[in-house]
């Protein structure tokens, strides 16, 4: 089993609507998690951190993190054809309780369409 | 603040050769983490440096190492170079001030071996 495997993509979706991406993790102590966006041939860039079970919410996203079932996710609502990228779900994996280092699932390609 | 930095961009190297990959990291932040990103294994966890030290490691062959000096610069270098080490180089920095080690990622340098 992977340590942090994210649902197949392609996924696409209409402009407007709501786009969920999922993500589970197999390490049971991991404490921080991470979606980061990725346009084609760009860096990964941070958009949304969770350390807490429940939701947190900024702007049009929300990260849902669900610890007890190892599970996290991003909506995105009002999808528009910008946030198509792929997306990245990390954990961050505690060594020693000192930092760590992030394992990445293999990403969702998003394509939000006009 | 100026985000992370990486230098050079892109890189074309043949096989057999050695290459030093440079990293400057958002001022005040003291670790520096490597990945490694191809199409087909993703993006996968190379070294961390915190203070001059090296904190975590991947698996990834001897070939790899790196180092980080007082400034918190670090540099990445790969020794006797092989097709397959064609890929994208990320450095992230992190402020290390808590355990959730939240990442910043730098442009990356594209390296092509032939």
């Known amino acids: 089993q992977k340590e942090v495997e994210q649902n197949s993509g392609p996924l696409s979706v209409p402009e407007g609507a709501i786009a969920s991406l999922n993500c589970t993790y197999s390490?049971?102590?991991?404490?921080?998690f991470f979606w980061y966006r990725q346009y084609s041939g760009k860096s990964p860039e941070l958009i949304m951190s969770?350390?807490?079970?429940g939701d947190k919410e900024d702007g049009r996203f929300t990260a849902q993190l669900n610890k007890a079932s190892q599970y996290v996710s991003l909506l995105i609502r009002d999808s528009q054809p910008s946030d198509s990228a792929t997306y990245l779900c990390?954990?961050?994996?505690?060594?020693?309780?000192?930092?760590?280092?992030?394992?990445f699932g293999q990403g969702t390609e998003l394509s939000v369409k006009p | 603040k100026a985000g992370v930095t990486q230098t050079p961009r892109y890189l074309i190297k043949t096989r057999g050769q050695q290459v030093t990959l440079s990293c400057s990291p958002i001022?005040?932040?003291?670790?520096v983490s490597w990945y490694q990103q191809t199409p087909g294994q993703g993006l996968q966890f190379l070294f961390e440096?915190?203070?001059?030290?090296?904190?975590n490691k991947g698996n990834f062959p001897g070939r790899f190492s790196g180092r980080q000096f007082s400034n918190s610069r670090s540099e990445m270098n790969v020794s006797t170079l092989e097709l397959g080490d064609s890929a994208l180089y990320l450095c992230?920095?992190?402020?290390?001030?808590?355990?959730?080690?939240?990442?910043?990622f730098g442009p990356g340098t594209r390296l092509t071996v032939l």
């Open positions: 992230a920095s992190s402020s290390s001030g808590t355990i959730h080690n939240e990442q910043f």
């Open positions: 390490d049971r102590v991991s404490q921080s």
């Open positions: 969770i350390y807490s079970n």
């Open positions: 990390a954990v961050n994996i505690l060594i020693y309780n000192q930092g760590g280092k992030l394992i």
């Open positions: 001022s005040g932040h003291r670790s």
């Open positions: 440096y915190f203070s001059e030290t090296q904190r």
